[in-house]
């Protein structure tokens, strides 16, 4: 049997995940978003967040929220845009968050030095800009590092606490640096890449942390779970890699399913299953 073809690990009766960071606004799932869903509905994900990335995606991330009510919406401007990070276009995202009950979070934002497509000094800005609009909303802050480690930590520090709490969302660094983010009152979110069998660092850190800390996503369409490695992430998919994270518990799937959707749960105040 091919990898491709492995079967999808069963959720008991009963039971939810939440895929708790995609984006479902981008054209890749354009021809086929309902089966998306429903596929991933049928095997037990009772809840995805589609995450905003700048001011158009968090227009399309609400729109598809209000059409599916296992979906929840977040707004934000990601560092790859932090350039248009103008007071007008953070004074819209702020209004979109006000005015629409499916905004759960404020993000993607942070900072990536791997691509660099604003300057370091203009993502820091816009970062710590955006870190106050959301505390100012009450919302939990969904966060992007890409090493970017050093500098996301200390505008989290310099900036929190967060009393609403966050996700370091696709977490990239070793144990040590995801307890200084849990100190922070902020979760970890665990994607694909740990089924990879590269993925050591992020096996262990998905071992250790606790629990109640922990999240699972998909950052679909991208970064699909080895099984489908290097073909289009969807929120179905989430299950592979909670399934992942069980055997490296040495627990079950029922536990882990169980535990995140209740972490998902509280920190974007919402019942995704629950």
Avoid: W
């Avoid at 934002?109 to 009450?138: M, S, W």
């Amino acid at each position: 049997m091919s990898k491709a073809r492995q079967p999808v690990p069963a959720i008991e009766n009963g039971m939810s995940i939440v895929d708790s960071h995609c984006h479902l606004d981008m054209a890749d799932y354009n021809n086929d978003l309902d089966l998306v869903l429903s596929r991933a509905l049928d095997h037990g994900v009772k809840g995805v967040v589609t995450i905003g990335i700048d001011l158009l995606s968090s227009h399309s991330a609400i729109d598809i929220a209000k059409q599916y009510n296992f979906v929840r919406a977040t707004v934000g401007i990601h560092p790859h845009e932090a350039a248009s990070a103008s007071k007008e276009n953070l004074d819209t995202i702020g209004v979109l968050a006000q005015q629409n009950k499916e905004v759960v979070g404020y993000g993607e934002i942070g900072l990536d030095y791997v691509k660099k497509y604003a300057a370091p000094h203009i993502q820091r800005t816009t970062f710590t800009n955006q870190l106050r609009l959301a505390k100012e909303l009450k919302l939990p802050i969904i966060i992007h590092d890409r090493e970017a480690h050093d500098d996301c930590l200390k505008l989290i520090r310099s900036e929190g606490p967060f009393d609403c709490g966050g996700i370091m969302h696709c977490f990239s660094g070793d144990l040590e640096f995801a307890k200084k983010i849990i100190d922070c009152n902020l979760h970890i979110s665990i994607p694909g890449i740990v089924t990879y069998k590269k993925a050591e660092s992020m096996q262990r850190v998905a071992a250790q942390i606790p629990l109640e800390r922990m999240l699972v996503e998909t950052d679909g369409p991208f970064l699909a779970p080895a099984p489908y490695r290097g073909k289009r992430n969807e929120p179905l998919f989430s299950i592979y890699t909670a399934d992942t994270i069980a055997r490296l518990r040495q627990t079950t799937l029922k536990e882990i399913a169980e535990q995140t959707t209740v972490n998902c749960c509280k920190l974007f105040n919402y019942r995704f299953g629950c």
